[in-house]
Nanobody
Framework: VQLQASGGGLVQPGGSLRLSCAASGSIFTINDMGWYRQAPGKQRELVALITRGGSTDYADSVKGRFTISRDNAKNTVYLQMNSLKPEDTAVYYC???????????????WGQGTLVTVSS
């Protein structure tokens, strides 16, 4: 199973970016999917999480600005980021709890990370 993230880049404060993360491989189904981020010198933190049924949870720091969504048919999770602030600068990692076709066991997988820089 592989997770491929894309969509990071440099944006000015107040701007927007949309991250995508597609899962591929021997996938039976995907339970929770989410986005985490890690800023320089800080621990990785949860940004947003979405269940297969569409229930969402957000870090307080991004509520009202970020929106997580998913396309179950495409095994893809998205993060729409609006009103970006310099403190949102970090490497963003996608996460998926995947039930593989072999063994039907749920395991967590991480994407490679995509850098988001918010700066003027």
């Amino acid at each position: 199973v592989q997770l491929q993230a894309s969509g990071g880049g440099l944006v000015q404060p107040g701007g927007s970016l949309r991250l995508s993360c597609a899962a591929s491989g021997s996938i039976f189904t995907i339970n929770d999917m989410g986005w985490y981020r890690q800023a320089p010198g800080k621990q990785r933190e949860l940004v947003a999480l979405i269940t297969r049924g569409g229930s969402t949870d957000y870090a307080d720091s991004v509520k009202g600005r970020f929106t997580i969504s998913r396309d179950n048919a495409k095994n893809t999770v998205y993060l729409q980021m609006n009103s970006l602030k310099p403190e949102d600068t970090a490497v963003y990692y996608c996460y998926a709890m995947v039930v593989r076709t072999v063994g039907l066991k749920a395991e967590g997988y991480w994407g490679q990370g995509t850098l988001v820089t918010v700066s003027s």
